[in-house]
């Protein structure tokens, strides 16, 4: 494989990465201080808090986070994309789940970011960056570069969105914590795609053999 064909990928996992990092290390050197922007997203949810909002976000942080999140969601698309005879994808799929979380944990250590003071869930140590955001980040990237349609890009992005929303709404990050998060879930499933890329390549060229055999048929 041409290098220009995985370089593109692993280039901007790796800036995405760094970016997330820089992030962290910008926030550590304020002495934890919030951004002016994290204060006031923060007051203006909580003065429009309303039941459906609240159990939305408590629904997103099942969904993202707990038994549900960590063990359903990756192994269980590990599980689908092996019965539909995709074992590379759900290779990449399991590995880049795996680095997101594991990049994750070494950032909120590193960084050890106090959450705000108003949260309403059970969370882990260190807020920066989102765990629930950097999985829902690498969950739609992944399937993007698995499934590359339109429909799916517009559902990953409402995803992503979706679940920043929900752990700001719920108090258990500052809004750049979510941005960390997004950076660093995106970059970790990007990384993880060029490392895999030939293998991925092969699979999706195998796949598309019996539909273009089946279209010259048809003619």
């Not at 760094?18 to 003065?47: E, H, I, K, M, Q």
Request: with cysteine.
């Amino acid at each position: 494989m041409r290098p220009s064909r995985y370089l593109p990928s692993l280039v901007t996992g790796i800036v995405l990465i760094a970016l997330s990092c820089g992030l962290g290390a910008w926030l550590y050197s304020r002495g934890d201080v919030p951004f002016a922007g994290d204060l006031w997203w923060n007051t203006l949810l909580v003065d429009s808090r309303n039941a459906f909002l609240l159990n939305f976000s408590y629904a997103m942080d099942f969904l993202g986070g707990h038994w549900f999140g960590i063990f359903v969601v990756p192994l269980g698309g590990t599980l689908v994309l092996i019965l539909v005879k995709r074992p590379w994808s759900a290779a990449y799929f399991l590995v880049a789940q795996a680095v997101s979380a594991g990049l994750v944990q070494v950032l909120k250590r590193s960084f050890g970011r106090a959450r705000p003071e108003e949260i309403l869930v059970i969370s882990d140590y260190g807020s920066f960056p989102s765990g629930h955001v950097a999985g829902a980040a690498t969950l739609a990237t992944a399937v993007i570069v698995l499934f590359p349609r339109l429909w799916v890009i517009i559902a990953g992005v409402v995803w992503v969105l979706a679940m920043a929303f929900s752990r700001t709404y719920l108090h258990a990050h500052w809004l750049s914590d979510t941005l960390g998060g997004a950076l660093a879930g995106v970059g970790a499933a990007l990384v993880v795609a060029a490392l895999f890329a030939v293998p991925l390549d092969r699979e999706r060229a195998r796949a598309r053999a019996p539909e273009l055999t089946a279209s010259l048929t048809d003619q």
